[in-house]
Protein backbone atom coordinates (compact mmCIF):
# COMPACT_ATOMS: atom_id res chain seq x y z
CA UNK A 1 0.00 0.00 0.00
CA UNK A 2 2.42 2.17 0.55
CA UNK A 3 3.81 1.71 -2.61
CA UNK A 4 0.71 3.07 -4.18
CA UNK A 5 0.51 5.59 -1.86
CA UNK A 6 3.75 7.29 -3.09
CA UNK A 7 2.98 6.75 -6.97
CA UNK A 8 -0.38 8.70 -5.90
CA UNK A 9 1.01 11.48 -3.92
CA UNK A 10 3.95 11.82 -6.77
CA UNK A 11 0.77 12.31 -8.97
CA UNK A 12 -0.73 15.14 -6.47
CA UNK A 13 -3.62 12.46 -6.42
CA UNK A 14 -5.23 14.51 -3.05
CA UNK A 15 -7.14 16.96 -6.35
CA UNK A 16 -8.54 14.14 -7.81
CA UNK A 17 -12.02 12.65 -7.36
CA UNK A 18 -12.37 8.73 -6.19
CA UNK A 19 -13.32 8.22 -9.84
CA UNK A 20 -10.26 10.05 -11.15
CA UNK A 21 -7.78 8.55 -8.48
CA UNK A 22 -9.19 4.60 -9.87
CA UNK A 23 -8.96 5.46 -13.64
CA UNK A 24 -5.12 6.98 -12.38
CA UNK A 25 -4.79 3.33 -11.23
CA UNK A 26 -6.33 1.13 -13.58
CA UNK A 27 -4.86 2.80 -17.32
CA UNK A 28 -1.67 4.18 -16.34
CA UNK A 29 -0.87 1.93 -13.26
CA UNK A 30 -2.69 -1.14 -14.87
CA UNK A 31 -3.74 -2.04 -11.66
CA UNK A 32 -6.91 -4.34 -11.63
CA UNK A 33 -10.19 -2.12 -10.92
CA UNK A 34 -11.12 -3.70 -7.44
CA UNK A 35 -7.76 -3.22 -6.50
CA UNK A 36 -7.59 0.14 -7.79
CA UNK A 37 -11.13 0.84 -6.15
CA UNK A 38 -9.66 -0.26 -2.60
CA UNK A 39 -6.12 1.90 -3.27
CA UNK A 40 -8.16 4.65 -3.72
CA UNK A 41 -10.49 4.62 -0.41
CA UNK A 42 -7.56 4.07 1.68
CA UNK A 43 -5.75 6.17 -0.25
CA UNK A 44 -8.43 8.94 0.44
CA UNK A 45 -8.81 8.34 4.22
CA UNK A 46 -4.86 8.40 4.84
CA UNK A 47 -4.78 11.91 3.72
CA UNK A 48 -7.68 13.57 5.18
CA UNK A 49 -9.65 13.27 1.56
CA UNK A 50 -12.45 10.87 3.09
CA UNK A 51 -13.73 9.57 6.41
CA UNK A 52 -13.75 5.93 7.44
CA UNK A 53 -17.59 5.14 5.99
CA UNK A 54 -17.97 8.31 3.54
CA UNK A 55 -19.28 7.50 0.04
CA UNK A 56 -17.70 8.85 -2.79
CA UNK A 57 -20.62 11.32 -3.13
CA UNK A 58 -20.04 12.37 0.19
CA UNK A 59 -22.92 11.34 2.01
CA UNK A 60 -22.02 8.01 4.93
CA UNK A 61 -23.34 4.83 4.79
CA UNK A 62 -23.67 2.64 8.16
CA UNK A 63 -24.38 -1.18 9.10
CA UNK A 64 -25.32 -4.00 10.76
CA UNK A 65 -25.52 -7.38 10.28
CA UNK A 66 -26.11 -11.00 12.15
CA UNK A 67 -26.23 -14.63 11.69
CA UNK A 68 -29.77 -15.49 12.85
CA UNK A 69 -31.19 -19.43 12.65
CA UNK A 70 -34.34 -19.36 10.20
CA UNK A 71 -36.18 -19.32 7.14
CA UNK A 72 -35.28 -15.66 4.38
CA UNK A 73 -39.03 -15.18 4.49
CA UNK A 74 -39.57 -15.60 8.38
CA UNK A 75 -36.31 -13.76 8.77
CA UNK A 76 -37.50 -10.86 6.64
CA UNK A 77 -40.46 -10.47 8.17
CA UNK A 78 -39.04 -9.70 11.13
CA UNK A 79 -36.83 -7.17 9.82
CA UNK A 80 -39.89 -5.41 8.14
CA UNK A 81 -41.53 -5.34 11.59
CA UNK A 82 -38.71 -4.13 13.03
CA UNK A 83 -37.83 -1.72 10.32
CA UNK A 84 -41.23 -0.68 10.40
CA UNK A 85 -41.29 0.04 14.43
CA UNK A 86 -37.76 1.93 13.48
CA UNK A 87 -38.67 4.31 10.65
CA UNK A 88 -42.68 4.71 11.47
CA UNK A 89 -43.16 3.67 7.96
CA UNK A 90 -43.85 0.40 5.87
CA UNK A 91 -41.38 -0.40 3.63
CA UNK A 92 -41.38 1.34 -0.13
CA UNK A 93 -40.53 -2.29 -1.39
CA UNK A 94 -40.11 -5.68 -0.38
CA UNK A 95 -38.57 -8.59 -3.06
CA UNK A 96 -38.65 -12.29 -2.29
CA UNK A 97 -36.28 -14.22 -4.44
CA UNK A 98 -34.23 -15.96 -2.75
CA UNK A 99 -30.90 -13.99 -4.33
CA UNK A 100 -32.57 -11.10 -2.97
CA UNK A 101 -34.32 -11.55 -0.29
CA UNK A 102 -34.51 -7.45 0.52
CA UNK A 103 -37.41 -4.94 2.30
CA UNK A 104 -36.26 -0.75 1.12
CA UNK A 105 -37.42 2.10 3.23
CA UNK A 106 -36.78 5.72 1.79
CA UNK A 107 -36.89 8.19 5.08
CA UNK A 108 -38.02 11.53 5.31
CA UNK A 109 -34.56 13.01 5.38
CA UNK A 110 -33.89 11.09 2.09
CA UNK A 111 -31.44 8.34 3.63
CA UNK A 112 -32.25 4.49 2.43
CA UNK A 113 -32.40 1.96 4.91
CA UNK A 114 -32.06 -1.65 3.56
CA UNK A 115 -32.82 -4.49 5.30
CA UNK A 116 -31.53 -8.07 3.59
CA UNK A 117 -31.33 -11.62 4.24
CA UNK A 118 -28.71 -14.05 2.55
CA UNK A 119 -30.13 -17.35 1.45
CA UNK A 120 -29.54 -20.06 4.71
CA UNK A 121 -25.96 -21.54 5.00
CA UNK A 122 -26.21 -24.47 7.82
CA UNK A 123 -29.72 -23.37 8.82
CA UNK A 124 -28.50 -19.62 9.88
CA UNK A 125 -29.24 -16.69 7.55
CA UNK A 126 -26.64 -13.29 7.44
CA UNK A 127 -29.42 -10.32 8.52
CA UNK A 128 -28.35 -6.85 7.70
CA UNK A 129 -29.55 -3.50 7.97
CA UNK A 130 -27.57 -0.72 5.83
CA UNK A 131 -28.47 2.52 5.97
CA UNK A 132 -26.90 5.27 3.73
CA UNK A 133 -27.49 8.74 2.05
CA UNK A 134 -26.34 9.79 5.59
CA UNK A 135 -25.44 13.66 5.31
CA UNK A 136 -23.89 14.23 8.85
CA UNK A 137 -21.02 12.43 9.47
CA UNK A 138 -21.80 13.22 13.29
CA UNK A 139 -24.80 11.11 12.89
CA UNK A 140 -23.19 7.69 12.05
CA UNK A 141 -22.22 6.34 15.65
CA UNK A 142 -25.51 7.32 17.14
CA UNK A 143 -26.70 5.14 13.88
CA UNK A 144 -24.79 2.31 13.55
CA UNK A 145 -25.64 1.58 17.72
CA UNK A 146 -29.23 1.60 16.79
CA UNK A 147 -29.08 0.01 13.87
CA UNK A 148 -27.28 -2.67 16.10
CA UNK A 149 -29.76 -2.76 18.61
CA UNK A 150 -32.74 -3.62 15.69
CA UNK A 151 -30.70 -6.70 14.73
CA UNK A 152 -30.36 -7.83 18.19
CA UNK A 153 -34.08 -7.73 18.18
CA UNK A 154 -34.67 -9.54 14.95
CA UNK A 155 -32.81 -11.85 16.14
CA UNK A 156 -34.72 -12.06 19.59
CA UNK A 157 -37.78 -11.79 17.27
CA UNK A 158 -36.75 -14.89 15.31
CA UNK A 159 -35.92 -16.82 18.20
Avoid: K
Amino acid sequence: MAEWFEILDAEAATRLSHDQIVGLLVDVYEAPEWGAQSVAVRYAQERGMRLPGQQPDGTFSVSASRSIPGSQSALLDVAIAQGAALTGLEPDAVHRLPERTTAEWTLANGELLVASVGQPASGQCAVSLVQSRIRLPELVARLRETLTTTVVRIARDAA
